[in-house]
């Protein structure tokens, strides 16, 4: 029994003793080589977000944002009315100018769709 | 022992962990010096072959290294996590060497190894490792957690994914089969006959 528990002391002094070994310089570098490799993958993933917005959004970006596109939205939108929507004709005008009349009616400058309604 | 790689600073190695995590590189350097020496010395042990433990040792720190900007501190030791990738990895790597190259395995220990009496420490160390290898896969992992690494018990249960009964019935088993394997060396290693 004694003979055991010397035994068992020496054992446990021979684990305790056991120390962990100093690695080698070449493992340690590979280890931060690893390291510098994941923080450089993050970077690119990273970037790779930022890009993610397109040439729309690019384009966007150059014509001043989204409150230039507003600008651009009304200006369109005018100029499609403008278009369409001619006073109702250059008769009245024409008298206006040349007094031939009796003068305009405020129905004389108001859109005119007369036009956009004749079949052929 | 001087542990040249230990750098003893105030900050934890969960909190190092998730610096690294948010790219301070400084930190994973830090964490390399505390956490490298033990990796290797415990996958050293299990696998009773140094260059396939600098092997383990790297591919552990890698995936450590993956998973910081996951980490979240408070929920995990980062050295119980670690030694339970290096413990599954030797698995593996044990269990392709049974199929793979059976010459491979490390030998029992046998009193033919030295019959030189009085051996130096480096000697005994040596011997210890050898009895080691001879010990079952789950045995060796348990000693080595509890007696050269010194983890607790329910520490070594998480590790290992057992429970905590399960681990102290291992590393008794364990130990009884490691005096023996070195009971027949005492006088080979310097130790009295008393």
């Known amino acids: ?120 | 022992m001087t542990l040249p790689f230990d750098a003893r600073t105030e900050f934890s190695d969960e909190a190092l962990l998730v610096a690294f995590g948010i790219g301070d590189r400084a930190a994973a350097m830090e964490l390399a010096q505390r956490l490298v020496p033990r990796v290797l010395g415990y996958a050293t042990r299990l696998l009773g072959d140094r260059a396939e433990a600098e092997d383990v040792a790297q591919e552990a720190m890698l995936r450590l290294w993956r998973i910081s900007d996951e980490w979240r501190q408070g929920e995990a030791k980062v050295t119980t996590w670690l030694y339970r990738v290096v413990t599954n990895l030797c698995t593996d790597r044990l269990r392709k060497r049974r199929w793979v190259d059976i010459d491979a395995i490390p030998e029992p220990p046998d009193d033919a190894v030295s019959a030189q009496a009085g051996l130096e420490e480096q000697d005994r160390q040596a011997a210890l490792a050898e009895a080691l290898q001879g010990l079952p896969e789950r045995q060796r992992q348990a000693v080595v957690l509890r007696h050269i690494e010194g983890l607790a018990n329910p520490e070594i249960a998480a590790v290992m994914d057992i429970g905590v009964e399960a681990v102290e019935s291992l590393t008794a088993r364990g130990k009884r089969a490691l005096a023996a394997a070195l009971a027949g060396r005492r006088e080979e290693l310097g130790y009295d006959e008393a």
């Open chain 1, 1 to 120: 029994m004694t003979k055991r528990n010397g035994s068992d002391a020496e054992l446990d002094r021979l684990l305790a003793e056991t120390g962990d070994p100093v690695p080698a310089e070449a493992l340690m570098q590979r280890v931060m080589a690893d390291a510098d490799a994941v923080l450089a993958e993050r970077r690119v993933a990273a970037g790779r977000v930022t890009d993610s917005r397109g040439w729309m959004s690019d384009l966007l970006q150059a014509v001043g944002g989204w409150p230039a596109v507003t600008g651009l939205a009304t200006a369109a939108v005018g100029g499609i009315w403008i278009g369409f929507a001619q006073p109702g004709s250059l008769a009245n005008v024409a008298e206006g100018v040349l007094a031939t009349g009796s003068g305009y009616d405020l129905g004389d400058f108001m859109p005119d769709y007369d036009s956009l309604l004749v079949e052929g």
